[in-house]
Structure formats: C-alpha cells, structure tokens
C-alpha cells in the first residue's frame, strides 16, 4: 500500500474537495501532503497546508522521489520531469477522456471539434496525458454548454471518480487500460490562436456559436474583435438559454 502521498496542484478548489474525498473514505490524512508549483500562492489552498516545488529544480525532484511513494497531479501547471515520473509512480486526474482530450483546456476543443469529453486518472508517463488509464468515463455534453457548464460536470466527475478509485490506487489494486492510439493532444497556443474572431472571416453559424461556447467561461476574457475605429479588443461571450 502506498502510505506517503504527495499531491500537487495548480486548483486549490480540486486541492480541497480531494481533501474532503480522503477525510469521507476515512484515509489516514497524515500519509497525504500537499503541493503547489510556484504558477500559485500556497494562501490560496484555504485551510490547506500546502508546499511549493518547483519541479524544473533538481534537488527538489530527487527529494520528492526519496521521500514519497505515490505523487497525484491535480491539474499541476508543471509537467512533471522525466526523472520524475521514472522515479516513483505518478498518477494524474486529468479533466479530458484520454487519449482524445489531451492536453489543455480539453472541454473548449471538445465543444469546438465534436468530440467526446470526460475524466480520467492515469499514470503519467513521458508525454502529456498518455500513459495508461486506471478508469476513465465520458460526461454528457449540450448544445447548449459553455465551456464554464461542461468544466463543472468534468469536475464532477473527477471527483466521483476518485472517490470511487482512490482506494484501489492506494491499494496498487487497479488493472490499466493501454490508450487505443495517440489521440488528439491540445496545447495553450492551440488556445491561444481560437481567441481573436476575425470580423472579415465567414464563418457557418454553427461553427461561430460553437467557437463563442468554447470560448465563454464565467468571467475569463476569452474570445474577442478588434474594434476598426480604435484598434481596441472587445471582448465577447455568449449566452444560452434551453426553454424550460
Ligand atoms: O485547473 P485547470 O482546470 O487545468 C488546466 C488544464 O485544463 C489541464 O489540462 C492542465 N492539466 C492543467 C494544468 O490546467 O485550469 P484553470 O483553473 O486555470 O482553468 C479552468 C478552466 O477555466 C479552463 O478549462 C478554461 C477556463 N479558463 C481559464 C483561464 C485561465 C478560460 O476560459 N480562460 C482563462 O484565461
């Protein structure tokens, strides 16, 4: 059984409900240690104490491998270093259905490109979500989500799946799924590039909602034109509304 457990995460509020996750199981909290990468405040974790490794730093990697025996990544801004992931066994929650949303941000490119979505743990291995799958499962998606509403329903069900697979995975009791095949992988610049929407481009109606949807999370300025007259970006988002 794994007994010392690191977590490391860039989501304070996955870092709390996996805390809640431990304490519901009745887990011994005080194997599990919790983590930052230095992309975040450690005061943001709420009641968590949580330490900062900066995984680009040797040393740090070579006392983590010395002193854990398990280490989650809970959507960790920092990809985990080969000596790493060869060092002592890595597993990540990642909020896609592997391997077709790999990479970043899988609920936007889902919405954009038609794809399936879902949640998966799996170990990590070299490449970015693509090692083998412990237990992965598909949510339902809208014509109606934004990107914010689909997110919510993946958390959701990285959290089911946790608490329905942490036991087992502490227990080293789990059987791997191989990938079927490589897969779709999405980077930030992927992202980066569906933000400007060219006013002179002509786009089919559905393609542009689906692009706006993708694009329209809470708050977050996302997708945006350039203002002719001044030059200046406006912002745009989206709203929809199923009748009742
Ligand atoms: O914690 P997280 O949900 O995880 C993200 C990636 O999706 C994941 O694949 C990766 N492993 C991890 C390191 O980073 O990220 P977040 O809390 O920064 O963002 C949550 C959602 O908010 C994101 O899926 C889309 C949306 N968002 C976020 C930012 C910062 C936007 O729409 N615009 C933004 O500028």
Redesign the pocket.
């Known amino acids: 059984m794994y007994t010392k457990v690191l977590i490391i995460s860039?989501?304070a509020s996955?870092c709390n409900k996996f805390k809640q996750v431990v304490k519901d199981l009745s887990l011994d909290t005080q194997g599990f240690t919790f983590a930052t990468s230095p992309y975040s405040n450690s005061n943001d974790f709420g009641g968590i104490k949580v330490l900062t490794y900066d995984l680009k730093i040797e040393s740090n990697v070579n006392y983590i491998i010395s002193n854990y025996d398990l280490v989650f990544s809970i959507?960790?801004?920092q990809i985990f270093p080969k000596p790493l992931v060869k060092g002592v066994k890595c597993i990540n929650i990642?909020?896609?259905y592997n391997p077709i949303n790999r990479?970043?941000?899988?609920?936007?490119f889902s919405i954009i490109n038609d794809l399936p979505i879902g949640a998966t743990i799996h170990e990590i291995d070299e490449q970015l979500d693509h090692g083998g799958v412990i237990v992965r499962e598909l949510v339902e998606k809208f014509s109606y989500d934004t990107?914010e509403t689909l997110?919510n329903r993946i958390l959701e069900k990285e959290v089911d799946l946790l608490y329905r697979y942490l036991p087992s995975i502490l227990n080293k009791k789990y059987d791997l799924i191989s990938p079927e095949d490589e897969g779709n992988l999405y980077l930030k610049k992927d992202f980066n590039k569906l933000l400007e929407i060219d006013l002179q481009e002509e786009y089919k109606a559905g393609d542009l909602i689906n692009r706006l949807r993708a694009?329209t999370?809470g708050a977050?300025k996302?997708a945006y034109f350039i203002d002719k007259e001044t030059g200046d970006k406006i912002y745009i988002g989206i709203q929809l509304n199923k009748e009742n």
């Open positions: 860039d989501n996955l959507h960790c801004k990642h909020p896609g990479g970043w941000y899988p609920q936007v990107s997110y694009l999370h977050y996302n």
